[in-house]
Every structure is written in structure tokens, then in C-alpha cells.
């Protein structure tokens, strides 16, 4: 069944975080950042997956609906400073066993009018109160310029998925959402259009826009398609004096972003390998820096 295979199947490293995709995706589009095999099979596997007309099935069965996590969670009331560590709070919030399926990235301008068309059409010369510079809209399209969001696939089998997630964000101002929702518990008003998620508002809508996010990890597996590259190899390792003649690789694994702020690089190679003494060792290799 199509939700198994997305809950058991695992998200690339790029897409799996909020601070990664940030620096990720708009390298990708500049054609400057490569996957491993392994992770651009996840992305190829998971960009099928959301193609299966199955999903719309249970879209129309009610048991199926598209949620999203804004840019900027950690701007919530009592959230904690890191936006992924808010965005788990989020999750926790939703019930982790109602996400069968979670996926991070930076938006393009022509993604954020292609999900949002309608507000785009209803809102660009109104308004939110007297004073305010920019349109509902461009509020908006700022926000959603300022930085990562994550989709969801949110099931129920009770089959009222779209009642019961706008239900659990709660009303769209904070101030008038109930106390236990997402919204009423961690929204603010002041930082409004940010009441941090999105939802749905239909069986039709949900259909809509998860056409959308088909159409984004397509994109995205295109993208990858040109600037895909494997691991490399033991004889290149050497070539460059990266090891001995003697050295021994046991395992070469893609790991992303050193998390440290004197030494930022968005991804490298991590490489085990035995030494001319037969002890294991590791030596690393930073691929793309961004600083």
C-alpha cells in the first residue's frame, strides 16, 4: 500500500531537515550540489511514490490531506530558538503515527504562486488592516521567502482527515483559534501571516495542492538527474593522496553539514578504512563548502 511504502520509506539528507534544506535546495538550482547514489534513489523513490493516482484515491476516501509547517517556526510562543527542534514540537503536537510522510525545502518564487494562486488572485490589492504597506499577499510571499517549510501527508482512517487537521491548527488568527490548537497554543498575532502551519480546506484543495508537491519533487529530481555523482572511488582517494597504498577503505558514507559554526561545509564523504597497522581509522572530505 502506497502509505506504507511513504512511512517506511526514508526522506534524502537534503530534504530531511529544515536547516539543511535551506542551504541545499537553492544550490541545487544553481546546479552546484550532487547526491549520492543512495540518496538521489530515496529521492527518485519517493518522487514516484507521490506520482501513484493512488494517493488521490485516498485523498477522495477522506483519509488523506496535505498539511505544511511555515518558515520560521521557532517564532512561536514558548518555541524553542532552533526551527527544527520547533518543527518537532509540531510534530509531537500533530501525533507523529498521523504523518505518514514529511519532506523539507526552500521554495521558489514560482512554487510559492503555484500553491498559493488563489490568495495570490483574491489578495494582491487587499489589505490585513489600515496602515500595513504590503498586501495580504505580499506578507504572505515574504514569509514564505524567508525560509524553509516542510509538507505533510497527514492520514486518518476515520476518513475526516481535512476536518480533523483544520480542526488541530485552529482558527487562522491566533487570537480567535481555541487554546488547545496549534494555533492558540503557539501562534502570535503580532507575527501574523506566520500561525505556523497550513491546511487544506478541502478534499478538492488537498487534491490540489498535493499536485503541487508532486510537481516540487519532480522538479527537484530533475534538478538532481544533471548533477548526480557516486561515491568516490578508492583508486581516486589514492590518486590524490588522500590514503596510503597501504590503506585499506571499509566504507565510504555521505554525511551533510559539520553543525559546526567555525567550520561550516553543506556536505562531505566520512570514510572508514583500515590503516598500514590494521587499525580502523577515519579521515573525512568536504565536498561543497558554503563558507
Not at 127 to 143: A, Q
Not at 189 to 197: A, D, G
Amino acid at each position: 500500500m502506497v502509505i506504507e511504502l511513504l512511512k517506511d520509506g526514508q526522506v534524502p539528507h537534503p530534504f530531511y531537515s529544515r536547516h539543511t534544506a535551506r542551504r541545499a535546495v537553492p544550490e541545487l538550482y544553481k546546479d552546484s550540489l550532487s547526491l549520492g547514489e543512495e540518496e538521489f534513489r530515496k529521492l527518485k523513490e519517493i518522487n514516484e511514490l507521490l506520482q501513484n493516482p493512488m494517493l488521490d484515491n485516498l485523498v477522495d476516501q477522506g483519509k488523506l490531506t496535505l498539511g505544511i509547517i511555515k518558515p520560521n517556526a521557532d517564532m512561536g510562543k514558548g518555541m524553542p530558538p532552533d526551527d527544527d527542534a520547533a518543527a518537532s514540537v509540531l510534530f509531537d503536537e500533530i501525533g507523529r503515527d498521523k504523518i505518514v510522510f514529511s519532506f523539507s525545502t526552500q521554495l521558489t518564487q514560482k512554487q510559492i504562486e503555484a500553491f498559493y494562486v488563489d490568495i495570490k488572485d483574491k489578495y494582491s490589492k487587499v489589505y490585513d488592516s489600515p496602515g500595513n504597506t504590503l498586501t495580504i499577499w505580499e506578507d504572505l510571499n515574504k514569509l514564505l521567502n524567508s525560509g524553509p517549510v516542510t509538507f505533510i501527508l497527514l492520514y486518518r482512517q476515520e476518513g475526516d482527515a481535512v476536518a480533523w487537521w483544520r480542526e488541530k491548527m485552529g482558527k487562522t488568527h491566533p487570537s480567535e483559534a481555541h487554546p488547545e490548537s496549534i494555533r492558540g497554543k503557539y501562534g502570535r498575532e503580532e507575527i501574523m501571516p506566520n500561525n505556523l502551519t497550513h491546511g487544506s480546506d478541502s478534499i478538492e484543495g488537498a487534491k490540489k495542492e498535493i499536485s503541487v508537491l508532486r510537481q516540487i519533487v519532480s522538479e527537484l529530481t530533475e534538478r538532481c538527474t544533471i548533477v548526480s555523482k557516486s561515491f568516490p572511488s578508492e583508486e581516486n582517494l589514492r590518486r590524490l593522496g588522500i590514503f596510503n597504498e597501504n590503506d585499506r577503505v571499509i566504507e565510504i558514507d555521505r554525511i551533510y553539514d559539520s553543525g559546526m559554526r567555525s567550520e561550516s561545509w553543506l556536505y562531505g564523504y566520512e570514510i572508514t578504512f583500515l590503516d598500514e597497522n590494521g587499525e580502523i581509522q577515519k579521515k573525512y572530505i568536504k565536498e561543497k563548502h558554503i563558507i
